[in-house]
Protein backbone atom coordinates (compact mmCIF):
# COMPACT_ATOMS: atom_id res chain seq x y z
CA UNK A 1 0.00 0.00 0.00
CA UNK A 2 1.62 3.36 -0.72
CA UNK A 3 1.46 6.26 1.45
CA UNK A 4 -1.70 7.86 -0.72
CA UNK A 5 -3.51 4.62 -0.24
CA UNK A 6 -2.86 4.61 3.42
CA UNK A 7 -3.85 8.50 3.43
CA UNK A 8 -7.30 7.61 1.76
CA UNK A 9 -8.17 4.46 4.33
CA UNK A 10 -7.50 6.41 7.00
CA UNK A 11 -9.61 9.51 6.61
CA UNK A 12 -12.35 7.69 4.90
CA UNK A 13 -12.36 5.10 8.04
CA UNK A 14 -11.72 8.16 11.00
CA UNK A 15 -14.57 8.39 13.06
CA UNK A 16 -13.71 12.68 13.75
CA UNK A 17 -13.10 14.20 17.10
CA UNK A 18 -15.44 17.05 16.28
CA UNK A 19 -17.12 18.63 13.96
CA UNK A 20 -13.93 21.03 12.74
CA UNK A 21 -12.50 17.74 12.36
CA UNK A 22 -14.98 16.32 10.68
CA UNK A 23 -15.02 19.26 7.92
CA UNK A 24 -11.47 19.19 7.65
CA UNK A 25 -11.98 15.70 7.37
CA UNK A 26 -14.14 15.74 4.04
CA UNK A 27 -12.06 18.62 2.62
CA UNK A 28 -8.69 16.64 3.17
CA UNK A 29 -10.27 13.84 1.28
CA UNK A 30 -11.78 16.44 -1.44
CA UNK A 31 -8.02 17.03 -2.14
CA UNK A 32 -7.11 13.35 -1.88
CA UNK A 33 -9.12 13.18 -4.91
CA UNK A 34 -6.88 15.13 -7.10
CA UNK A 35 -4.14 11.98 -6.72
CA UNK A 36 -1.18 11.16 -4.77
CA UNK A 37 0.37 14.37 -6.08
CA UNK A 38 -1.97 15.73 -3.21
CA UNK A 39 0.65 14.17 -0.18
CA UNK A 40 3.30 16.41 -1.90
CA UNK A 41 4.94 19.80 -2.10
CA UNK A 42 4.20 19.78 -5.83
CA UNK A 43 0.96 20.05 -5.09
CA UNK A 44 0.58 24.03 -4.76
CA UNK A 45 -2.89 24.21 -3.92
CA UNK A 46 -2.08 22.26 -1.19
CA UNK A 47 -0.69 19.04 0.00
CA UNK A 48 -0.95 16.86 3.38
CA UNK A 49 1.48 16.56 6.49
CA UNK A 50 1.75 15.10 9.22
CA UNK A 51 2.65 16.13 12.65
CA UNK A 52 2.36 14.76 16.39
CA UNK A 53 1.47 15.76 19.72
CA UNK A 54 4.05 14.59 22.24
CA UNK A 55 3.38 13.67 25.22
CA UNK A 56 4.72 12.35 28.64
CA UNK A 57 3.91 10.39 31.63
CA UNK A 58 2.99 13.80 33.79
CA UNK A 59 0.44 14.45 31.00
CA UNK A 60 3.01 17.57 29.32
CA UNK A 61 3.24 18.48 25.85
CA UNK A 62 6.49 18.79 24.31
CA UNK A 63 6.43 21.86 21.67
CA UNK A 64 8.71 23.73 19.65
CA UNK A 65 9.52 26.93 18.75
CA UNK A 66 9.37 26.84 14.93
CA UNK A 67 12.55 28.32 14.02
CA UNK A 68 11.02 29.93 10.93
CA UNK A 69 7.45 31.15 11.97
CA UNK A 70 8.79 32.13 15.77
CA UNK A 71 5.26 30.16 17.05
CA UNK A 72 5.26 26.90 20.05
CA UNK A 73 3.65 24.09 17.63
CA UNK A 74 3.51 20.27 17.78
CA UNK A 75 6.68 18.91 15.65
CA UNK A 76 5.77 17.38 12.24
CA UNK A 77 5.94 18.09 8.53
CA UNK A 78 5.88 17.12 5.34
CA UNK A 79 5.10 13.60 4.25
CA UNK A 80 8.41 11.98 2.29
CA UNK A 81 8.65 9.42 -0.53
CA UNK A 82 9.93 6.77 2.25
CA UNK A 83 6.95 6.87 4.26
CA UNK A 84 4.60 3.85 4.55
CA UNK A 85 2.03 5.67 6.35
CA UNK A 86 0.63 8.97 7.57
CA UNK A 87 0.92 7.73 11.31
CA UNK A 88 4.97 6.87 10.01
CA UNK A 89 5.41 10.13 8.74
CA UNK A 90 4.60 11.72 11.62
CA UNK A 91 6.44 9.77 13.94
CA UNK A 92 9.46 10.04 11.76
CA UNK A 93 8.92 13.68 11.81
CA UNK A 94 8.77 14.04 15.56
CA UNK A 95 11.64 11.91 16.21
CA UNK A 96 13.59 14.00 14.02
CA UNK A 97 12.54 17.30 15.62
CA UNK A 98 12.37 15.92 19.12
CA UNK A 99 15.63 13.76 19.07
CA UNK A 100 13.66 11.46 21.36
CA UNK A 101 13.61 7.53 20.51
CA UNK A 102 11.57 5.01 21.30
CA UNK A 103 8.52 7.52 20.99
CA UNK A 104 5.78 5.14 20.97
CA UNK A 105 2.71 5.85 18.10
CA UNK A 106 -0.89 6.25 18.35
CA UNK A 107 -1.93 4.71 14.71
CA UNK A 108 -5.49 6.65 14.74
CA UNK A 109 -5.29 10.49 14.15
CA UNK A 110 -6.41 13.14 16.74
CA UNK A 111 -7.26 15.50 14.40
CA UNK A 112 -6.79 17.72 11.71
CA UNK A 113 -6.30 21.17 10.66
CA UNK A 114 -6.17 22.67 7.55
CA UNK A 115 -4.41 26.04 7.47
CA UNK A 116 -2.08 28.87 5.01
CA UNK A 117 1.71 28.63 5.53
CA UNK A 118 4.48 29.42 3.23
CA UNK A 119 6.53 26.64 2.60
CA UNK A 120 9.79 25.95 0.32
CA UNK A 121 10.15 22.85 -2.02
CA UNK A 122 11.91 20.17 -1.28
CA UNK A 123 14.37 21.51 -3.74
CA UNK A 124 15.33 24.77 -0.97
CA UNK A 125 13.32 27.10 -3.34
CA UNK A 126 11.85 30.06 -2.07
CA UNK A 127 8.65 29.67 0.39
CA UNK A 128 5.67 30.56 -1.82
CA UNK A 129 1.77 30.51 -0.23
CA UNK A 130 0.34 26.76 -0.15
CA UNK A 131 -2.21 25.12 2.47
CA UNK A 132 -1.14 22.23 4.64
CA UNK A 133 -4.30 19.69 5.24
CA UNK A 134 -2.36 18.71 8.61
CA UNK A 135 -3.30 14.79 10.28
CA UNK A 136 -2.03 14.67 13.75
CA UNK A 137 -1.28 12.18 16.40
CA UNK A 138 -0.54 11.24 19.42
CA UNK A 139 3.17 10.09 20.28
CA UNK A 140 3.83 8.91 24.08
CA UNK A 141 7.67 10.02 25.26
CA UNK A 142 9.29 6.77 27.25
CA UNK A 143 9.50 7.78 30.65
CA UNK A 144 13.38 9.25 31.20
CA UNK A 145 13.55 10.70 27.80
CA UNK A 146 15.45 13.69 26.84
CA UNK A 147 14.44 16.40 24.33
CA UNK A 148 17.36 17.71 21.94
CA UNK A 149 16.66 20.29 19.69
CA UNK A 150 16.79 20.00 15.72
CA UNK A 151 17.83 22.60 13.09
CA UNK A 152 14.28 23.83 12.72
CA UNK A 153 13.77 24.58 16.02
CA UNK A 154 14.70 27.65 18.32
CA UNK A 155 13.48 25.75 21.24
CA UNK A 156 11.86 22.80 22.60
CA UNK A 157 9.90 22.76 25.80
CA UNK A 158 7.57 20.28 27.82
CA UNK A 159 4.35 22.44 29.04
CA UNK A 160 1.43 21.96 30.98
CA UNK A 161 -1.93 22.11 28.67
CA UNK A 162 -3.35 24.96 31.12
CA UNK A 163 -0.26 26.70 31.11
CA UNK A 164 1.08 26.88 26.90
CA UNK A 165 3.53 29.50 25.86
CA UNK A 166 2.52 32.24 23.63
CA UNK A 167 2.59 32.69 20.71
CA UNK A 168 1.00 29.53 19.97
CA UNK A 169 0.34 28.52 16.86
CA UNK A 170 -3.56 28.16 15.65
CA UNK A 171 -4.63 24.49 15.66
CA UNK A 172 -2.33 23.08 18.78
CA UNK A 173 -4.98 23.71 21.56
CA UNK A 174 -7.80 21.87 19.33
CA UNK A 175 -5.71 18.41 19.74
CA UNK A 176 -5.58 18.54 23.25
CA UNK A 177 -8.90 17.58 24.27
CA UNK A 178 -8.92 14.51 21.73
CA UNK A 179 -5.05 13.26 23.24
CA UNK A 180 -6.73 13.70 26.70
CA UNK A 181 -9.71 11.71 24.86
CA UNK A 182 -7.38 8.75 23.48
CA UNK A 183 -5.05 8.75 26.98
CA UNK A 184 -7.93 8.27 29.14
CA UNK A 185 -10.15 5.27 27.19
CA UNK A 186 -13.06 7.99 26.51
Avoid at 103 to 113: A, G, N, R, S, Y
Wanted: hydrophobic content about 40%; glycine content about 10%; overall charge negative.
Amino acid sequence: MSLYEDAVGVLTGWPATSDAAEVARKRTLDLLADGPVAMTRAHRAGHVTASALIVDDAGRVLLCLHGRLGMWMQLGGHCEAGDGTLAAAALREATEESGIDGLVLDPEPIDIDIHEVRCGAADGAPAEPSVHYDVRFLLRAPAGSRERISAESSDLAWFSTDELPSPLAGGVVQQIGPARARLTGR
